[in-house]
């Protein structure tokens, strides 16, 4: 309905964007109307410190500002996520026993803050003009597709589309969209959320399997998580494109990747560009002593675990990948030639994969006690006991689909395209194309799971 309204009002640019905006807050309050006053509290917020750093001449002032509304937004994102972790921390640390508050978590707080935070920091150091047009700020911050789960935008890109009149449909564009959403909905209904069935069964009595059945379920969990996090990326840019926007890309095969150091170049890379702009290069970077780069990388992944949630699982995730991309970082330094050898690439590959997979054993699980009897059980005699789980027939055809998917994936790769969707385009016959199109289709109404189901990274 929204979109037939938003493409009906193409003659009144200003009329679409007030649509937007409206639909946007209605479509977050519609999860918890209270969490709106934040929302709306923290661009008004940021909108007009932005006005203000960009008119003040004052450097110091012009400082002060940009570090008020960063802790003005940094305190309402910590109260929020890890206020009771600190309580939880102190009672631990020094035996008390101080009541945690019954605190509900604003989805998407994480991201929105950080859309703040960003816009903030390029006017400071004048990479983007401050907006002074209301609506296109709110816009920008609220913009429903990507509320809730991000990509992590930046001023330059999408707000300063919501300057741009629209006022031409784009048939192209609008059938990018449509693909996209396609894809995304199958990578999220028919792949993650199938493969969560068998993931939760097993993580949520992991006391009950064996070694070598809760190291498939981890596999799985692999699996899950990028067609989840993914699959929404996919929906979100879709959408966007349908009401004429066009957001960040913010997978890009990720798996398909040799170093823990491509592989943060692939994955989430949004949030990754977002650290290495705001955190790693402010702070030196790689330009000072090798100690110090150790210290900078280290930061950063200590600081991407604490984002994803207050848990030390979150924390020890997000050091176990920052010793990782060390690590890649000397091999490569090393061996400053790579090996293009079919054999060598594809161990690359695989060996990659079981190492990322490895880390989310830290991020799937519920406490790091579990995670600790977890790795236990995968490094004992139980690894060659023979897997079993509830229904394991039926996890079959997903994981079959899961495979086959990544084989689109890499021949996408090879092609230089964006997504394996954008592969049916290439089929010149329009029969068998939308054939294609069709059986997608099928195998969403077919084997869809439609029970209720949030995206996993809703919850950051």
């Not at 450097?59 to 600190?86: C, H, P, Q, R, V």
């Not at 859309?115 to 047009?133: A, F, M, P, Q, R």
């Not at 949520?204 to 067609?227: K, M, R, V």
């Not at 997608?440 to 809703?458: D, Q, R, T, W």
Request: net charge positive; charged share 10%.
């Amino acid at each position: 309905m929204v979109l037939i309204i938003f493409w009906l009002l193409k003659s009144s640019f200003y009329c679409q964007k007030i649509l937007l905006l409206v639909s946007s807050n209605i479509f977050y309050g519609y999860y918890n109307y209270h969490f709106l006053f934040i929302l709306n509290f923290t661009i008004i917020t940021d909108f007009i410190s932005g006005i203000l750093i960009n008119k003040t001449k004052n450097s110091l002032i012009k400082k002060l500002i940009l570090i008020t509304a960063i802790t003005i937004s940094l305190l309402l994102m910590f109260y929020f996520k890890y206020f009771n972790f600190l309580i939880q921390i102190l009672n631990d640390s020094f035996n008390l026993n101080i009541l945690k508050f019954n605190i509900l978590l604003p989805v998407g707080i994480s991201f929105y803050t950080f859309h703040g935070i960003s816009y903030l920091i390029d006017v400071y150091n004048k990479k983007t003009n401050s907006e002074s047009n209301f609506l296109n700020y709110a816009l920008f911050v609220s913009y429903f597709p990507l509320l809730v789960a991000g990509p992590i935008e930046r001023a330059n890109n999408l707000l300063h589309q919501f300057k741009i009149e629209i006022n031409k449909f784009n048939y192209y564009s609008f059938v990018n969209g449509l693909q996209l959403i396609l894809i995304g909905f199958f990578k999220k209904i028919v792949l993650s959320d199938n493969l969560s069935i068998f993931v939760d069964g097993i993580y949520l009595n992991s006391n009950n399997y064996n070694g070598s059945t809760i190291l498939i379920g981890t596999f799985l969990f692999a699996f899950q998580i990028y067609f989840d996090f993914s699959g929404y990326s996919d929906i979100a840019s879709g959408l966007a494109r349908l009401f004429g926007q066009k957001l960040v890309i913010n997978f890009n095969f990720p798996y398909l990747t040799k170093s823990i150091i491509e592989f943060w170049q692939k994955w989430h890379i949004s949030l990754s560009n977002f650290f290495r702009d705001y955190i790693y290069i402010p702070m030196g970077g790689k330009a000072n002593k090798n100690n110090h780069y150790i210290r900078n990388i280290l930061l950063v992944f200590v600081v991407s675990g604490v984002w994803h949630g207050a848990n030390l699982n979150f924390i020890i995730w997000g050091i176990y990948h920052g010793i990782l991309y060390l690590i890649s970082k000397f091999i490569l330094k090393t061996f400053k030639t790579p090996m293009k050898n079919n054999y060598f690439n594809a161990a690359a590959y695989l060996l990659n994969f079981i190492l990322i997979s490895f880390g989310w054993i830290f991020f799937r699980s519920e406490n790091i006690n579990q995670s600790i009897d977890i790795i236990k059980k995968i490094f004992s005699l139980e690894i060659f006991g023979i897997p079993y789980f509830q229904n394991g027939s039926l996890c079959f055809p997903f994981i079959f689909l899961s495979l086959l998917f990544l084989v689109f994936e890499y021949i996408a790769k090879s092609e230089r395209l964006d997504s394996p969707i954008y592969l049916i385009q290439k089929i010149k016959n329009p029969i068998s194309r939308n054939m294609f199109y069709y059986l997608v289709i099928f195998l969403i109404l077919y084997l869809g799971n439609y029970e209720k189901n949030s995206f996993i990274y809703f919850q950051f």
